[in-house]
């Protein structure tokens, strides 16, 4: 019958009944002396395949090339430990996330070796960078609706007040027959309009804007926007529509929609001044949306424009459907463009998503939710 009464025994069991690490020993260059089943487990080798090679096979080449191994060592010799984490490399050539141990093992003060303790933490790190993930929509999506309910007050006061301006004004321009004043009037009276188009830009961002939703097919929409949408690009700016079929029919309000796809396709042709192609793309999606990732996946028409332009720097992908923020030059646009989208987005119970790099062009999302009784 088998014994436990030999401390090697003992010791040999523990280890290899660790089955969720990797637990080894090194020489003092490196190289592997034992292995045990975790290892085998986690990086694919058997013990035959990988003692006596040196432990960098199982680091990736960047971090190989940049003496990741020999710091690791050089580290734990000096400091009496070195703790990381990082990716490495199975048999398979897959990677996977590590939590790393190394300590020095030292006989006499003499150093004879390592022993290196390796844990799989890819399910961890995953996890930690969707609840990031998810944690950063929550807060921009927090900020645009704080900005929004400010946004929503202002425009409301500031449209009254246009209210007035454009109903005097017409008082006025009915009463004046001077050719001279009629034309300071009228250019008055265009400056209101264009006052008042704004105010509706940010009541639809602060979501004061009444929506008028009915049953739509967003192809036959997009599909008769499509010479109006032409027209707003300019010579050398191509565009091209391409629609997936059988396409179920979703509540929306038309007139909203054709005016984001119109701010769209103005953005995208601002972006390329030496002409380009803009794509027009509506799909199924089934997803949720980011500001809510823990709802279960709902089933969206996804309509997207994308450019072959500019694109957007980094760090203000972060703003870009905040009211009045534009890349673009002083005087060259409102920023309310992409906070409409955005709005009327969030409005029909969908979300609005832009994706962009500097040199690599833009695509932004419109998700409008499909009702229950398309599907």
């Known amino acids: 019958m088998p014994s436990l009464d030999s401390d090697a025994r003992q010791l040999r069991l523990l280890i290899d009944g660790v089955a969720d690490h990797a637990i080894y020993l ?96 890819t399910e961890r790190f995953q996890h930690e960078e969707r609840l990031g993930v998810a944690r950063d929509a929550l807060l921009q999506s927090q900020k645009l609706e704080a900005i929004g309910k400010l946004t929503l007050g202002l425009a409301h006061d500031f449209n009254n007040l246009l209210n007035i301006v454009i109903n005097s004004l017409e008082l006025v321009e009915h009463y004046t027959l001077e050719p001279k004043a009629k034309r300071h009037l009228q250019g008055a009276m265009r400056a209101a309009e264009r006052g008042a188009l704004l105010t509706r830009q940010l009541l639809t961002f602060g979501k004061g804007h009444a929506l008028i939703a009915e049953r739509h097919a967003v192809g036959r929409i997009i599909g008769e926007a499509m010479d109006t949408l032409r027209r707003a690009c300019r010579a050398g700016v191509t565009l091209e529509a391409h629609l997936a079929e059988d396409l179920p029919e979703i509540d929306v309000d038309r007139e909203h929609l054709e005016a984001a796809l119109l701010n769209l396709v103005s953005n995208s042709r601002d972006a390329m001044p030496g002409g380009g192609h803009i794509a027009i793309t509506a799909s199924l999606r089934d997803c949720a949306p980011p500001h809510a990732t823990d709802q279960p996946a709902s089933r969206f028409v996804c309509i997207e424009v994308s450019d072959d332009g500019e694109g957007i720097a980094t760090e203000d992908l972060v703003r870009v459907f905040e009211p009045f923020f534009t890349t673009k030059d002083i005087g060259k646009g409102s920023g309310l463009g992409l906070s409409q989208v955005f709005g009327f987005a969030r409005q029909s119970g969908g979300f609005a998503e832009l994706k962009s790099a500097p040199g690599a062009g833009t695509t932004v999302s419109v998700c409008l939710p499909v009702s229950r009784e398309s599907e």
Do not use: M, Q
């Not at 487990?41 to 058997?46: A, D, M, P, S």
């Not at 199982?58 to 000096?78: H, K, Q, S, V, W």
């Open 26 to 121: 090194l020489d003092p260059e490196g190289y592997l002396r034992s292995w045990n089943t975790g290892g085998e487990r986690i990086k694919g080798y058997t013990a035959e395949e990988v003692i006596g090679t040196h432990f960098s096979r199982f680091y990736t080449p960047e971090d190989a090339a940049n003496g990741a191994p020999a710091r690791g060592l050089r580290i734990a010799r000096e400091e009496g430990r070195f703790t990381a984490e990082g990716w490495r490399v199975r048999k398979d050539g897959s990677r996977f996330h590590a939590s790393v141990v190394i300590d020095p093992i030292l006989e006499g003060g003499e150093l004879i070796g390592y022993a290196k303790v390796t844990r799989d933490t």
